[in-house]
């Protein structure tokens, strides 16, 4: 089973916990996408549902596959928010923001208290950090925010798209940062967040109540509960 038939497998499973009158918050990402497709064909079938998008492409996706789209000054507290990750480890601490989104996914996750994580069992890790940790902050000043995190002792890279900064939603920067593997990832986000030019950190700690995992053998998901 390749991995884009994974991503289908367990982003069918996650959509299976939207019932019918919820307010549902909507991950970015491939995997996220599936789910967004699978979430069409129930809508079309009469599930009453309204989503808030963490992302212009995922409010996009939603917009083309005719699910309704509501926001925080609708609604303050979602039902169950759905979202991909770039890495799950142990106590489901996440490593996210491989698409950039990781603020507003930060922000939808906290609305909730039912965040379920949708992965393959390549992301599931004993330790965070072999992906590279995206940080997003404020573009003033930006060079100097570099060296500040990197002075937490890593390798910082300026986002890149198509041969100029990568600019996120809200109009910020984000900076991929090789920090190794991470020892203590409640202390490390607790430390960049505390230095004021950056905004959040791809580091969410304490969030995730469910994680599902599709494995790659046999196809199957495993439902792990916090
Ligand atoms: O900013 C992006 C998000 O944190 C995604 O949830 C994460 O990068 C996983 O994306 P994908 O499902 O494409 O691997």
């Known amino acids: 089973m390749n991995q884009d ?3 289908e497998r367990v982003a069918i499973e996650a959509v299976k916990y939207i019932k019918d009158g919820m307010n549902v918050g909507l991950g970015t990402g491939s995997t996220m996408y599936y789910a967004i497709r699978y979430l069409s064909e129930r809508v079309k079938n009469g599930l009453n549902i309204k989503c808030i998008p963490t992302s212009e492409k995922t409010a996009e996706w939603a917009r083309t596959y005719n699910i309704p789209l509501t926001n925080f000054s609708e609604t ?5 928010v759905i979202d991909g990750a770039d890495e799950v480890g142990p106590n489901f601490h996440l490593l996210k923001g491989g698409g950039g989104a990781l603020l507003r996914e930060k922000i939808v996750a906290n609305a909730t208290d039912q965040f379920i994580v949708i992965i393959d069992e ?3 890790v004993n330790q965070l950090g072999k992906f590279k940790l995206p940080i997003e902050i404020v573009p003033f000043g930006y060079e100097y925010t570099i060296q500040l995190v990197e002075a937490l002792g890593c390798k910082a890279t300026l986002r890149q798209s198509n041969d100029a900064i990568y600019v996120t939603d809200n109009q910020n920067y984000i900076i991929d940062c090789d ?3 991470i020892n203590n990832p409640k202390q490390l986000n607790n430390q960049l967040i505390s230095i004021i030019r950056v905004v959040e950190t791809g580091l ?3 969030m995730a109540n469910k994680i599902l995992v599709s494995q ?3 196809g199957l998901v495993e439902e792990l509960n916090k």
Do not use: A
């Open 5 to 7: 038939e994974l991503k």
């Open 76 to 80: 303050h507290h979602l039902d169950v």
């Open 179 to 181: 920090f190794g593997m």
């Open 122 to 124: 390549s992301k599931y």
């Open 204 to 206: 969410f700690i304490d």
């Open 216 to 218: 790659s053998s046999s």
